[in-house]
């Protein structure tokens, strides 16, 4: 019966066309799930204007960070982000050891030597070191990324001097403890071979691992080392574009905006702050700390070259939704924007910052009375100074690792945990309670 059929060739046509029109309609309603979902993804949770990549990232956090905590800088409020980081993802932090005091020996060149064993191996470093790359490089995993912060040098020399006013004896020295006087003939009263001494002279090349008292005029001496510090850190921040450097460091880490919240810490008080009005005034204290200045224009310079990779309008964006999660977590914290106090006035003596000298008044904050209540941890640490976070840091880790040593339930296969362990009991000593 060969007419019952139709003919084989048409059967082939009809099929295809429908086939292609199913094909078709398969493929368009994939792609427009497809475009849908996508967008979707880019622009959740918060719609961008500008299309601008999403907080948090899609990435893994990045947990291994060597911050070059620089002297003056706002170092202090990037150390205690990290610090909390660290805290809340379990990431072990190099802490100096005892003998170092709350700095890695500073102003002596950074040795692994000055780690405390209780630290290692550690994902964060945050604390003062004077910077040595190779030495670093044998402490940290190998995908650490390193990050540092600059400030402008003439406010930072005025912060320096007032600071350091009875430590730096070039300071010291100083009649009257006049800022003029000095600058007028910093030789007169700079001693390069004192201990203290690069609190006057090029600070943030000498944190850097470089040589601040070398020749200006030696200007392959400074392209060499801009080149060097240029291939060692992923980021530069800049304190004078404070939360646009958390908001690079936060991409640079693919890290939450969460992680970034922060209150400003080891201010100054009010009398306490000097004041560098006159043009010809700031002129001297950059050339007399002729390298950082360059260091600073150069770094300056490409701070805001990454801003422009950035987009300048998605970092602006971010910076707002960061300033909003720090005023959420301050209304929570202390009802509202908190008072700075002098460390007298502070009650809770885990927040009181440490005084440089009588003569400096640095301020902190108390936390509002909690009726019985232990106050809040996550608000205790976002106010916690530098050294009573140091050594409350040491205290968790080396608890963690005793426990870890000596685990008691249950007890292991080979029994009873031998009594000498290496680590344990290399450094039996615990820190003092703060
Ligand atoms: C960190 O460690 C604690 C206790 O060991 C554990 O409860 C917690 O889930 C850990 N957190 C992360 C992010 O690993
Ligand atoms: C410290 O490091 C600098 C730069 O690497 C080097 O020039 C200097 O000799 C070192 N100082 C000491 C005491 O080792
Ligand atoms: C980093 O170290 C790990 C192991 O510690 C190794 O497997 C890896 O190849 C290293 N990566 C680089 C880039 O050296
Ligand atoms: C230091 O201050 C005192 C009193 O304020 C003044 O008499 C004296 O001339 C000042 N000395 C110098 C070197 O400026
Ligand atoms: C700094 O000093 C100048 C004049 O000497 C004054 O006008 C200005 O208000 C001062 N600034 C601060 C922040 O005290
Ligand atoms: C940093 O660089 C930017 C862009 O060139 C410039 O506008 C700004 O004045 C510089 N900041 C300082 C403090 O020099």
């Given at each position: 019966?060969?007419?019952?059929?139709?003919?084989?060739?048409?059967?082939?046509?009809?099929?295809?066309?429908?086939?292609?029109?199913?094909?078709?309609?398969?493929?368009?309603?994939?792609?427009?799930?497809?475009?849908?979902?996508?967008?979707?993804?880019?622009?959740?949770?918060?719609?961008?204007?500008?299309?601008?990549?999403?907080?948090?990232?899609?990435?893994?956090?990045?947990?291994?960070?060597?911050?070059?905590?620089?002297?003056?800088?706002a170092?202090t409020t990037?150390?205690?982000?990290?610090?909390?980081?660290?805290?809340?993802?379990?990431?072990?932090?190099?802490?100096?050891?005892?003998?170092?005091?709350?700095?890695?020996?500073?102003?002596?060149?950074?040795?692994?030597?000055?780690?405390?064993?209780?630290?290692?191996?550690?994902?964060?470093?945050?604390?003062?070191?004077?910077?040595?790359?190779?030495?670093?490089?044998?402490?940290?995993?190998?995908?650490?990324?390193?990050?540092?912060?600059?400030?402008?040098?003439?406010?930072?020399?005025?912060?320096?001097?007032?600071?350091?006013?009875?430590?730096?004896?070039?300071?010291?020295?100083?009649?009257?403890?006049?800022?003029?006087?000095?600058?007028?003939?910093?030789?007169?009263?700079?001693?390069?071979?004192?201990?203290?001494?690069?609190?006057?002279?090029?600070?943030?090349?000498?944190?850097?691992?470089?040589?601040?008292?070398?020749?200006?005029?030696?200007?392959?001496?400074?392209?060499?080392?801009?080149?060097?510090?240029?291939?060692?850190?992923?980021?530069?921040?800049?304190?004078?574009?404070?939360?646009?450097?958390?908001?690079?460091?936060?991409?640079?880490?693919?890290?939450?905006?969460?992680?970034?919240?922060y209150v400003k810490l080891n201010m100054r008080g009010p009398h306490s702050k000097?004041?560098?009005?006159?043009?010809?005034?700031?002129?001297?204290?950059?050339?007399?700390?002729?390298?950082?200045?360059?260091?600073?224009?150069?770094?300056?310079?490409?701070?805001?070259?990454?801003?422009?990779?950035?987009?300048?309008?998605?970092?602006?964006?971010?910076?707002?939704?960061?300033?909003?999660?720090c005023?959420?977590?301050l209304?929570?914290c202390f009802g509202g924007q908190p008072q700075l106090r002098p460390a007298t006035q502070i009650k809770n003596?885990?927040l009181r910052p440490w005084q440089?000298?009588?003569?400096v008044d640095i301020v902190g904050y108390d936390l509002p009375?909690?009726?019985?209540?232990?106050?809040?941890?996550?608000?205790?640490?976002l106010a916690m100074p530098?050294?009573?976070?140091?050594?409350?840091?040491?205290?968790?880790?080396?608890?963690?690792?005793?426990?870890?040593?000596?685990?008691?339930?249950?007890?292991?296969?080979?029994?009873?945990?031998?009594?000498?362990?290496?680590?344990?009991?290399?450094?039996?000593?615990?820190?003092?309670?703060?």
């Open positions: 019966m060969p007419h019952a059929l139709p003919p084989l060739h048409w059967t082939l046509k009809t099929m295809s066309r429908k086939k292609a029109l199913l094909l078709l309609l398969l493929v368009l309603s994939t792609l427009s799930l497809l475009i849908h979902q996508s967008a979707h993804l880019n622009w959740s949770p918060k719609p961008s204007s500008a299309g601008c990549p999403p907080a948090p990232s899609h990435r893994p956090k990045h947990t291994s960070v060597a911050f070059l905590k620089t002297h003056k800088t170092g990037v150390q205690n982000i990290l610090f909390r980081f660290a805290e809340r993802h379990n990431v072990t932090v190099a802490l100096p050891h005892h003998a170092c005091d709350h700095q890695f020996c500073y102003p002596r060149n950074f040795s692994t030597r000055f780690v405390h064993p209780h630290t290692l191996p550690p994902r964060i470093i945050a604390s003062h070191l004077r910077f040595q790359p190779q030495e670093l490089r044998r402490l940290m995993p190998n995908d650490t990324l390193y990050v540092t912060i600059l400030r402008e040098p003439v406010a930072m020399f005025e912060s320096l001097f007032t600071y350091y006013n009875q430590y730096c004896s070039a300071f010291k020295r100083v009649p009257n403890g006049s800022m003029e006087t000095f600058l007028a003939n910093p030789l007169a009263f700079y001693r390069p071979q004192e201990k203290f001494s690069m609190y006057a002279h090029n600070t943030l090349l000498y944190d850097l691992g470089g040589d601040n008292d070398h020749s200006p005029a030696d200007a392959a001496y400074l392209t060499r080392f801009l080149r060097q510090m240029e291939e060692v850190f992923s980021l530069v921040m800049i304190a004078e574009y404070f939360d646009e450097s958390l908001v690079l460091l936060r991409r640079l880490l693919a890290w939450d905006l969460e992680d970034m919240v000097g004041n560098i009005s006159s043009e010809a005034l700031a002129a001297r204290v950059r050339a007399w700390n002729a390298l950082d200045a360059q260091l600073y224009d150069h770094f300056n310079a490409t701070f805001w070259r990454k801003m422009a990779q950035a987009g300048r309008e998605c970092v602006a964006e971010e910076v707002q939704v960061l300033r909003q999660a005023d959420r977590l209304r929570r003596k885990e440089p000298s009588s003569k009375p909690a009726a019985g209540a232990p106050p809040d941890e996550r608000c205790l640490k530098e050294v009573q976070y140091s050594r409350y840091l040491l205290r968790k880790q080396s608890l963690r690792l005793r426990r870890r040593a000596m685990p008691r339930h249950p007890l292991p296969p080979w029994g009873v945990p031998h009594p000498a362990r290496p680590l344990l009991l290399r450094h039996p000593t615990m820190p003092k309670a703060a």
